[in-house]
């Protein structure tokens, strides 16, 4: 049996027929209850958002005060936590996939959808709201907890071409975050053919890679490279763990320096997470 729902709505539409029709779908609708709350132009709408939370706002983009997509683009910035569907004709089609690509969940075509659809999307749209919420701050967290560690941790796509940098790179290479993003590629700093890709398609981690490079003042310095294959959106990637086998830190000091880095290379969407 399906879980109950329930969901605050906040339709902003001025045509009074559509309002009916939308309130009426909603009422039909089985294990759900849907408390809507309905404005006909976008300054009642900003009022309401301006006091009152909605689990989801549904949006005409044709009010008698804005018109086209400055309608979204300014709700969505009084609720930009919330979730947004569009209503659209269908000569407005372009309009509203330009409103999903500014943010908005989803569009609806008038006169196109029943109940069931239209409560269908309603969820699915809270659902990948809170799915992206999730993931963002998941993301935050791990970029974070690698910006704080010791080691260096680079991510890139399956090209080498960088996603993310950690600060501790500048330790080891001498660069700033910013000069090592403009050299675009990994192979700048580690040089080509670091490992085969074939070898950590079946194994998912190579450990203690060996490659000579030289810093930014041209010192050299033996790297011990670990390299690991990983999950992010999208894909995966391969986190490279980076150990100076120098025997001295980069600041000169007797002391033997440890720092690793790791790059995520994106594979294919299909391939299996670890």
């Not at 025997?247 to 007797?254: I, L, P, Q």
Request: with cysteine; charged share 25%; hydrophobic share 40%.
């Amino acid at each position: 049996m399906e879980k109950s729902f329930s969901c605050e709505i906040l339709l902003v539409e001025d045509n009074p027929d559509d309002r009916d029709l939308f309130g009426e779908y909603l009422a039909e609708a089985p294990f759900a209850k849907f408390n809507l709350t309905s404005c006909a132009s976008l300054a009642e709408a900003r009022q309401k958002l301006s006091s009152v939370s909605f689990d989801v706002i549904v949006i005409d983009l044709g009010l008698p005060d804005s018109q086209g997509l400055a309608t979204f683009e300014c709700l969505h910035a009084l609720a930009p936590k919330t979730p947004a569907l569009i209503l659209t004709g269908l000569h407005d089609e372009e309009l509203s996939r330009e409103a999903v690509r500014q943010g908005a969940q989803d569009y609806l075509f008038k006169g196109q959808f029943n109940g069931a659809l239209l409560v269908r999307t309603i969820r699915y749209a809270i659902e990948r709201q809170q799915h992206e919420k999730a993931l963002r701050e998941a993301e935050d967290f791990y970029r974070n907890m690698l910006s704080s560690i010791s080691d260096a941790v680079f991510l890139t796509d399956q090209a080498g071409n960088f996603l993310f940098i950690s600060s501790n790179a500048e330790i080891i290479f001498g660069y700033s975050v910013s000069e090592i993003q403009k050299m675009g590629n990994i192979s700048a700093l580690l040089g080509e053919e670091l490992f085969d890709p074939a070898a950590l398609e079946t194994a998912e981690e190579i450990s203690n890679i060996e490659r000579l490079i030289h810093d930014r003042g041209g010192k050299p310095h033996t790297l011990l490279i670990n390299v690991k294959a990983v999950s992010l959106k999208g894909g995966g990637c391969f986190t490279r763990a980076v150990t100076s086998a120098t025997g001295k830190s980069w600041s000169g000091k007797s002391r033997r320096a440890k720092y690793a880095f790791g790059i995520l290379l994106s594979r294919p969407r299909w391939a299996s997470p670890m």
